[in-house]
């Protein structure tokens, strides 16, 4: 009787933990004056607009999110979840005009693929945004935890980043994850860059100012 209430004890918190934020070894965009054209440029980027539907059949889509998907397996096993992250992540990379093995390396390294992560600093979600960009460039509703949100903000900070050093990785990662100057974090997002390194995508450590334009 004891054991099989102590079963349903941790049956219990264990779905629990599912619902909590879960903390992230993660830095923190640091709060910045922005001016007003680039924040209205900023929030512009973030406008909502859902993955399109057909976005999986594009040859190249649909052959990285394969590839990523088998990677990613062991992390996340629910496979709709899986591909409907991966889906996101491609969109989302394109529209800002950013690698998506970038992407998925800075989340490897920000969340770890936890959805519901929070960072010591506040930081939320996949790629672990601070809330303070909701105050600056977005709308008091907007949901930090929810998939396509978290991607868009993730996705437009780190653009922005970029222009602003000139096309930088180094730094525009530096400044993503709050410790700019010191090698660790830029060093770890390049090298887990290579480790999701993918024939359907390569590799393309010169991501810069010369990228298309946020549209």
Not at 53 to 59: A, M, N, V
Not at 122 to 128: D, L, S, V
Request: positive net charge; glycine residues 8%.
């Amino acid at each position: 009787m004891h054991r099989t209430q102590g079963l349903l004890a941790t049956a219990a918190l264990a779905a629990l933990a599912t619902l909590v934020p879960l903390p992230a070894l993660a830095g923190a965009q640091a709060e910045e004056a922005l001016s007003p054209s680039v924040a209205t440029v900023l929030s512009r980027a973030i406008s909502d607009q859902p993955v399109p539907s057909d976005w999986e059949l594009r040859p190249d889509a649909k052959a990285w999110i394969a590839d990523m998907s088998k990677r990613l397996a062991s992390r996340m096993p629910d496979e709709a979840e899986r591909r409907d992250l991966l889906r996101s992540v491609h969109y989302e990379s394109v529209r800002a005009g950013l690698d998506p093995q970038l992407v998925l390396a800075v989340i490897h390294h920000e969340s770890g693929f936890k959805k519901y992560a929070v960072s010591v600093a506040g930081a939320r979600g996949y790629m672990q945004v601070m809330p303070f960009w909701v105050r600056l460039i977005g709308d008091p509703g907007h949901n930090l935890f929810h998939l396509r949100t978290n991607l868009r903000y993730g996705c437009v900070i780190l653009r922005h980043y970029l222009e602003r050093e000139n096309g930088d990785l180094y730094r525009a990662l530096g400044r993503y994850n709050g410790s700019l100057g010191k090698p660790e974090y830029p060093g770890a997002v390049m090298a887990a860059m290579q480790r999701y390194a993918s024939s359907a995508a390569p590799v393309s450590l010169g991501v810069g100012a010369s990228v298309p334009a946020l549209r």
